[in-house]
């Protein structure tokens, strides 16, 4: 009886300790057939992102780009399209994806940069380069699943759309197009951090985390700000190799450049430059 009764007590500990650990290190895996992301949260609209890189062993230059993403809703998809400026118009790019509304599962996904267009066909049990697309330059790639996953080029749609929370730990299973087989990618929420925007209003954000080795043999870090109100990815810090990279977003004064550009040519209309005064 005395063994019995020095038993239950340790067993009972045991059990809230172990209990305790799980309600501290809250992992969700996240894919279409486990945790579904919460695509309510996805709000469609243009947005614009400030990246440049910072290469400590040349402290005068920084190397910018913009990034625009826009999310369209309708009523069974989400339509992303992406456009990446940069002032080497080898680094042109742009993407389109289409994902579903109900699950945001990946469906099509095309990129198109100085080399040609990478078009593939999506689905829960496989990928392959997208037939209906002329001078497909990922034909005749093929590859089979063995589950659904998500689009790794759509992170930071990705993201918004977590049940961010301190403590939690994400397993999101991820596939970046004609690469790596799809894998489960940890993603931890290391803390939070007020971020103060133009109008000096501070945005109380988590900060989502994942760390790792790449394949050229160093190690990488990667932090992302996300708003707790709003969902809004506003802000990310890469470190890598000795470089740094930031990736801010900016407010919506900027124009739709794409859309700008579109508008002029279906109108046939001049772009008028301003002239440059000589020197």
């Not at 109008?199 to 932090?223: E, S």
Request: glycine fraction near 6%; include cysteine; charged fraction near 20%.
């Amino acid at each position: 009886m005395i063994v019995r009764s020095l038993r239950q007590p340790l067993w009972i500990l045991f059990f809230v300790l172990f209990a305790g650990q799980q309600a501290i290190a809250q992992v969700d895996t996240i894919s279409p057939q486990h945790h579904p992301l919460h695509t309510s949260w996805l709000q469609p609209g243009l947005r614009q992102y400030l990246v440049y890189f910072q290469f400590p062993d040349k402290p005068k230059l920084l190397n910018f780009s913009l990034w625009m993403r826009e999310v369209i809703k309708n009523q069974d998809v989400f339509e992303v399209k992406q456009t990446w400026y940069n002032a080497d118009t080898n680094y042109f790019k742009t993407f389109y994806s289409i994902n579903r509304a109900s699950d945001f599962s990946p469906l099509y996904h095309s990129e198109t940069g100085h080399n040609g267009q990478k078009a593939y066909d999506w689905s829960a049990t496989g990928v392959k380069a997208a037939d209906t697309v002329a001078f497909n330059k990922a034909a005749p790639y093929q590859l089979d699943f063995d589950g659904p996953n998500y689009n790794w080029h759509l992170d930071i749609e990705t993201f918004e759309m977590l049940p961010l929370a301190a403590g939690k730990t994400f397993y999101i299973r991820f596939y970046d197009a004609g690469l790596d087989p799809p894998a489960y990618v940890k993603y931890t929420v290391t803390g939070s951090e007020l971020l103060t925007t133009l109008d000096n209003r501070q945005v109380d954000c988590w900060m989502l985390q994942i760390t790792g080795k790449a394949p050229q043999g160093f190690d990488y870090v990667q932090t992302f700000w996300i708003s707790k109100a709003g969902h809004e990815f506003l802000k990310e810090v890469d470190s890598y190799n000795g470089v740094f990279r930031y990736k801010i977003k900016l407010p919506g004064l900027t124009p739709n450049l794409p859309e700008v550009l579109r508008q002029v040519v279906f109108s046939r209309s001049p772009i008028k430059l301003p002239v440059s005064p000589r020197r």
